[in-house]
């Protein structure tokens, strides 16, 4: 079992940063590949980014260039810094942990709780 902790949201203007941070439970953290997605009020989840064990990382188009996804075994934890944010990045923001960088929810067996993220105009 994996258990995953989100921390870092909040309320931002538009053009602002945020990082978010995910704590992973277990001690084979190193093995897995991480994800982010966000959920925003009446939308569907969708995948935001992922890096693999060896550091690999894929992102959605939509956030492509704006946010980075890095990860430190040593702490068991996955971040996600945010740059640039647009308001269109207002959502809940979901930890996930899986076999592989995958762009789809259900090859990920673990989720966080989420944190919310809002970005003021």
């Known amino acids: 079992q994996v258990q995953l902790v989100e921390s870092g949201g909040g309320l931002v203007q538009a053009g602002g940063s945020l990082r978010l941070s995910c704590v992973a439970s277990?001690?084979?953290?190193?093995?897995?590949?991480m994800a982010w997605f966000r959920q925003a009020p009446g939308k569907e989840r969708e995948f935001v980014g992922a890096i693999g064990w060896r550091g690999n990382t894929d992102y959605a188009r939509s956030v492509q260039g704006r946010f980075i996804i890095s990860r430190d075994n040593a702490k068991n934890t996955v971040y996600l810094q945010m740059n640039s944010l647009k308001p269109e990045d207002t959502a809940v923001y979901y930890c996930?942990?899986?076999?592989?960088?995958?762009?789809?929810?259900?090859?990920?067996?673990?989720w966080g709780q989420g944190t919310q993220v809002t970005v003021s105009s």
């Open positions: 277990g001690r084979t953290f190193s093995a897995y590949a």
């Open positions: 996930a942990a899986g076999g592989g960088v995958s762009f789809q929810g259900y090859d990920y067996n673990y």
